[in-house]
Nanobody
Framework: QVQLAESGGGLVQAGGSLRVSCAAS????????MAWFRQAPGKERVFVAF????????NYADSVKGRFTISRDNAKNTVYLQMNSLKPEDTAVYYC????????????????????WGRGTQVTVSS
């Protein structure tokens, strides 16, 4: 099983930008779809963004379309989430996840489709 570790979270003002990273260890993530989810205080964990193993397909939650960009560097075994035009409602713990299946171009957005999770990084957007 792959181990995932998020980093790059922090405090940013509304309208600002932040990039969070997810570094994988234990095995290569090059054959896995990768996603970001987030969980705000008192709320359920929700889907944010997804990218297929070969970068052919990306998918975003409506709430972040046009503001967030998911990318991956398979040589570095790392996935990124670039967040622009941040809003206070983006405040949450951000988690990365790897799909349970390999070499699939099926778009995944449900937590049940992911077999490995990181511990999360806190992103706080002040108004």
């Amino acid at each position: 099983q792959v181990q995932l570790a998020e980093s790059g979270g922090g405090l940013v003002q509304a309208g600002g930008s932040l990039r969070v990273s997810c570094a994988a260890s234990g095995r290569s993530i090059s054959s896995y779809g990768m996603a970001w989810f987030r969980q705000a205080p008192g709320k359920e964990r929700v889907f944010v963004a997804f990218i297929t193993w070969n970068r052919l397909i990306t998918n975003y939650a409506d709430s972040v379309k046009g503001r967030f960009t998911i990318s991956r560097d398979n040589a570095k075994n790392t996935v990124y989430l670039q967040m622009n035009s941040l809003k206070p409602e983006d405040t949450a713990v951000y988690y990365c996840a790897a799909t349970a299946s390999q070499y699939s171009n099926a778009v995944q957005s449900k937590a049940s489709g992911f077999g490995s999770w990181g511990r999360g990084t806190q992103v706080t957007v002040s108004s």
